[in-house]
C-alpha cells in the first residue's frame, strides 16, 4: 500500500544552523513518501540561499520581510494542499526528530479515522526530559501548561487527549484543513495552535499525543533566547493581545468568562514577574489593550 503523502513545513527566520540540524535528521527518517517546504521569512544575509544549496530536494518559500510564524506557515500549507498532500506537519525548525517518529504518527493517523491533529513527545533537546506532550488550558487562571514539563520521558508513555497540541510539531490531516481552513493570521504568532485545536475539535476531530514518536526541541530559540523561561517585548505583546483574542473567540458561558478574567489577573502576574525588561513589561500592557480593543 502507498504510503500518504506528508509535506513538512518549517520556518527559517536568522535560524539557519538550528534549521540546517534540523533538515539534516529529517533525512535519516525511516518514512519515505514526504516532502520538505522551507519558509525563509526575511532573514538576514543569504540564510536562504545556504539553505537551499546544502538541501536542493527541498521546496523553498522567500520572504521579503517577516511575515510571522502564522502567516508563513499558511503559505506552506497551500502550497501542501496545491500538490495534493494528505497529511501536512508543521514543525519548527530548532528541532531533531526520531528516525521513526514520523512512521508512528501517520499509522496512528491511517488507524483511527476520528484523529485529526497529531503530536509527537516533545523533549528538550539533549535530554530525557519532556518539554511537551500537549497543552492543557487553566480556565481560571488563564495560563496555557505543557503537560508533563520537566518530567522523566519514560513516565509519560500513554496516548493523550490535550486540550491542545503545541504549534511546535502538529501533524493535520488534509480533510481538516478542507473543513477548518489555515491557520487564523490574525495571531501572527502564539495561541494559532490552540485555536486551530479548538475549531478541529468543534469540528468533530480529536488531537492526541503518540508518546512513542518522539522528537527534541531547542525552546525559544527563534526568539533568541534559546532556553530561556524570560518573555521578550515580542513575546509580551502577542502572548497578552492574543490571549485574549483567543478566549473571545472560542470560549462561552463560564469558561469564557474566568479564562478573560485570568488574563487580567493570575497571568498578567505571572507574565510582570518573568519579562526580560522594562521595555517587554510595557509591551505586554500594550498586548492587553490591543486584544480588547482590535477583536
Known amino acids: 500500500m502507498k504510503q500518504p503523502l506528508v509535506y513538512i513545513i518549517l520556518i527559517n527566520w536568522n535560524g539557519l544552523v538550528d534549521t540546517l540540524e534540523c533538515l539534516e535528521s529529517l533525512k535519516n527518517i525511516n518514512y519515505k513518501n514526504y516532502k520538505i517546504i522551507v519558509v525563509d521569512n526575511g532573514s538576514k544575509g543569504n ?30 500549507i497551500e502550497l501542501a494542499i496545491k500538490n495534493n498532500a494528505d497529511y501536512i506537519l508543521l514543525l519548527n525548525n530548532d528541532t531533531v526528530v526520531e528516525r521513526n517518529f514520523l512512521n508512528i504518527l501517520i499509522d496512528y493517523g491511517e488507524k483511527n479515522k476520528e484523529a485529526g491533529i497529531l503530536s509527537p513527545k516533545i523533549l528538550y533537546y539533549n535530554s530525557d526530559k519532556i518539554w ?35 504549534g511546535c510539531a502538529m501533524l493535520i490531516k488534509r480533510e481538516v484543513i478542507n473543513k477548518i481552513g489555515l491557520l487564523d493570521p490574525l495571531y501572527f504568532a502564539y495561541y494559532e495552535d490552540s ?20 522528537i527534541w526541541h531547542k525552546k525559544s530559540a527563534s526568539a533568541g533566547i534559546r532556553g530561556s523561561n524570560k518573555i521578550t517585548p515580542m513575546q509580551a505583546y502577542l502572548w497578552a493581545r492574543n490571549g485574549i483574542i483567543f478566549g473571545r473567540k472560542n470560549l462561552i458561558g463560564t469558561q469564557k468568562a474566568t479564562f478573560l478574567f485570568g488574563q487580567f489577573t493570575f497571568k498578567l502576574l505571572f507574565s510582570l514577574i518573568n519579562c526580560q525588561n522594562i521595555k517587554a513589561v510595557k509591551k505586554y500592557f500594550k498586548g492587553l489593550y490591543d486584544g480588547v480593543r482590535y477583536y
Open 47 to 76: 540564510q536562504a540561499d545556504v539553505i537551499k544549496y546544502n538541501f536542493q530536494n527541498i521546496e523553498l518559500i522567500e520572504n521579503e520581510e517577516n511575515k510571522g510564524f502564522v502567516i508563513a506557515n499558511n503559505q506552506g
Open 132 to 166: 511537551s506532550m500537549g497543552g492543557k488550558i487553566s480556565y481560571l487562571s488563564g495560563l496555557s501548561i505543557m503537560i508533563g514539563k520537566g518530567k522523566d520521558s519514560q513516565k509519560y508513555n500513554r496516548i493523550i487527549e490535550p486540550n491542545f497540541i503545541t
Open 195 to 214: 485555536d486551530c485545536c479548538f475549531r478541529a475539535k468543534k469540528a468533530g476531530y480529536e488531537i492526541r499525543i503518540i508518546p512513542e514518536s518522539v
